[in-house]
């Protein structure tokens, strides 16, 4: 089974994920990484790992639907038949979400349906809540809304600033995010 992981940024969950597809541990073939930000640091990863990477903008095709148009096109060019959303900070439409019915995983730095969408870890520290969460789940047409194949919890401490708090949220998912991609891509294999 053929993986593309989608990211925008930095790309640290792709890399955690890029070797465990390297040592065996996530069974199917890491075949692209697609970043919206050409320049983001994770096309550096990608490079150093050897990964085919692939990037564009939707300015750059004209809008929204000509970039999923391009963007689908991309994925069937690789052969992709599972899609792993990895710090990708754009909403899925129905062009791909469509050709991949449930073969789309996202994760999310909360415990879901709590603090959907952007700047979760921030919002859960401002309303100082005791804990929060990361989340891996389907995507559907709603907002982080899926439904969830895995969670772990993560406390919010009295001494927490932000940063230590999203630094413990992303040392969570790097634990957490390998298991659920295996999870999924084990149980779409089995359903072939």
């Not at 089974?1 to 790309?11: C, D, E, P």
């Not at 990484?33 to 640091?41: I, K, Q, R, S, V």
């Not at 790992?49 to 391009?70: D, H, I, M, R």
Request: glycine share 6%.
């Amino acid at each position: 089974m053929k993986v593309a992981i989608l990211a925008s940024g930095n790309g640290t969950n792709f890399e955690v994920l890029a070797k465990h597809f390297k040592t065996g541990d996530i069974p199917g073939e890491l075949a692209l990484l697609f970043c919206n930000h050409p320049t983001a640091a994770v096309m550096e990863r990608a490079a150093r790992l050897g990964v085919p990477a692939e990037s564009f903008t939707v300015k750059s095709c004209g809008g929204k639907q000509q970039y999923e148009e391009k963007l689908l096109s991309l994925l069937q060019s690789y052969q992709v038949d599972f899609i792993a959303l990895a710090g990708y900070l754009r909403v899925i439409g129905p062009t791909i979400l469509d050709h991949y019915p449930h073969r789309i995983i996202n994760l999310h730095p909360a415990w879901l349906p709590e603090y959907p969408g952007l700047h979760s870890i921030e919002r859960a520290f401002e309303d100082h809540r005791q804990e929060t969460g990361v989340t891996v789940h389907y995507i559907d047409a709603g907002l982080d809304s899926g439904p969830i194949i895995a969670q772990r919890r993560v406390p919010i401490l009295p001494t927490d600033t932000i940063e230590s708090l999203e630094n413990r949220v992303h040392e969570t998912e790097h634990q957490l995010y390998p298991i659920a991609l295996k999870q999924a891509l084990e149980k779409e294999k089995n359903n072939l």
